[in-house]
């Protein structure tokens, strides 16, 4: 029980699909975060939400599209996406201080959705 | 070359033997973190590290951040197979970040054999 849920565990999609991944978290958090987990290399931080406001795109294609609607869930909608876009994609959550806050409690991960793109 | 970098990048070792990994950084760390993930999982938080010259141990594992605050290193005493997965660093780069955008290693692979 890691606190936070992703689902998807598994997915397979086409190049033209429209597909979205779920997560939620059940720490009582106000950031959730997406990151991506590619073969041979570090995982990459995708997007951030802080209260659910958005606070980094870090130059992520716009074919990935984030939502949050509050602050227990995270989405990632997908589509036209390419063969490289297959990976581990992982959600997680931390408790901010919010604004003018420094403080950030270490990040709680969901076990990931398992992306393949054919 | 990576900004945080880990070795080694696998380890094989027999049950029972003490086992080192580091991450290092070219830049001063503002926090450093370690993670365990076992494969196609999320990653489990294991300790966080904020000051230079910290140390932390959980059961067998230690952890210490150097007085320059650029390198970390992860020590398994008495290693199990339990231990094996892939061990993870993140980094805080930047001092008003402070845990919420990391900065991670390739990680190292851990094989435990009995």
């Known amino acids: 029980e890691t606190g936070v849920t992703q689902t998807p565990r598994h997915l397979v999609m086409g190049m033209t699909n429209k597909k979205s991944l779920k997560c939620e978290q059940h720490?009582?958090?106000?950031?959730m975060y997406w990151y991506k987990q590619s073969a041979k290399k570090p995982l990459e931080l995708m997007f951030v939400?802080?209260?659910?406001?958005?606070?980094e795109n870090n130059s992520v294609p716009s074919r990935f599209s984030p939502e949050c609607p509050n602050s227990s869930h995270l989405f990632l909608h997908l589509h036209t996406l390419q063969p490289e876009d297959s990976a581990l994609y992982l959600c997680?959550?931390?408790?901010?201080?919010?604004?003018?806050?420094?403080?950030?409690?270490?990040?709680?991960f969901g076990n990931g959705t398992r992306l393949t793109v054919t | 070359s990576q900004e945080l970098e880990q070795s080694p990048q696998s380890l094989i070792v027999q049950e029972g033997k003490n086992l080192t990994i580091n991450c290092t950084s070219s830049?001063?760390?503002?926090?450093l973190y370690w993670y365990k993930q076992k494969y196609g999982e999320g990653l489990i938080f294991l300790m966080m590290?904020?000051?230079?010259?910290e140390e932390k141990s959980h059961e067998k594992i230690t952890a210490k951040l150097d007085e320059k605050k650029q390198q970390s290193s992860l020590h398994i005493t008495a290693s199990q197979p339990s231990h094996a997965g892939i061990y993870l660093c993140?980094?805080?780069?930047?001092?008003?970040?402070?845990?919420?955008?990391?900065?991670f290693g390739e990680g190292t692979q851990l094989t435990v054999n009995p």
């Open positions: 997680a959550s931390s408790q901010s201080g919010g604004r003018g806050s420094s403080y950030n409690s270490p990040l709680h």
């Open positions: 720490l009582g958090h106000n950031a």
């Open positions: 939400y802080n209260f659910k406001e958005q606070t």
């Open positions: 830049k001063t760390l503002y926090g």
């Open positions: 590290l904020q000051k230079g010259g």
């Open positions: 993140g980094a805080d780069m930047l001092r008003e970040t402070s845990g919420s955008r990391l900065t």
